[in-house]
Structures are given as structure tokens and as C-alpha cells.
């Protein structure tokens, strides 16, 4: 499964990428698989944001619903990364560390996922 994840990566983020509120790309790459493209000087969270946002706005998913990282760790250089909505895909020791309830699984729901990474950019400029 991690072969599969990497060669999804290893392709281009198709034409009809989403672009995501924080200026990522991001497709949907099987039933229920989400590919966020690399974007230089992000950080993973920026990744879970993209595909947070990409599963509640262009899949149209309710905010509970789970999403887990298909890739394994680490992210190589100029590769972006993969994550998915079924718990079988998953990569092994590759979720979020999490503090508070609800499950221990590595994954975080969409809402959290956005609501949690997504930053508020405020551009500032002079007329």
C-alpha cells in the first residue's frame, strides 16, 4: 500500500486540481483517497488543512467525517502527500498526535482538520 501512495505522488496533480483557502492544490484520486500536490515551505499541517478543506468543500463531506494519512513518513523532498477517508489505507505511525477525547487512530475529523491547520492569511498593502 505505501507503493501505491508514493507512486500517486509521484504523478501530477491532475489539470482539474481544487485549489484549497490556503493557496494549495489538491484532487481526489480515488474513492477515497485525496492527493495534496508539494508546495514549497509548508508545513504537514498545511497538508492536513488542504485536505480537510478539499474533503468538506469539493467532495462535499460532512465535518465529522475521519481523514488519515496514506503516506508514510517521512515526506521526501518535492513530494507532496497523500491521505485518505478509509482506515485500511492508512499509513502505519503516520497520523497526528492527539490530545483530548475521541479516538486514538491517527486520524482527525475534516472540521477539525481545518478549523485546526487552516491559517487566516491577512495581506496588508499601501495604496
Known sequence: MRMIALLL???????????????MEAAQTGPTEIAVAFH??????????????????AMGLPVGTRLWRASPKPRGAGQGIAFTLDPARQAEGAGLSQWGSGPRDGAISIGAAVAGHCRVLL????D
Open 9 to 23: 505522488l509521484a504523478l501530477p496533480v491532475p489539470a482539474s486540481a481544487f485549489t484549497t483557502r490556503n493557496g
Open 40 to 57: 514549497g515551505g509548508r508545513t504537514d499541517t498545511d497538508y492536513w488543512c488542504a485536505a480537510g478543506d478539499f474533503a468538506q468543500r
Open 123 to 126: 495581506l496588508f498593502w499601501q
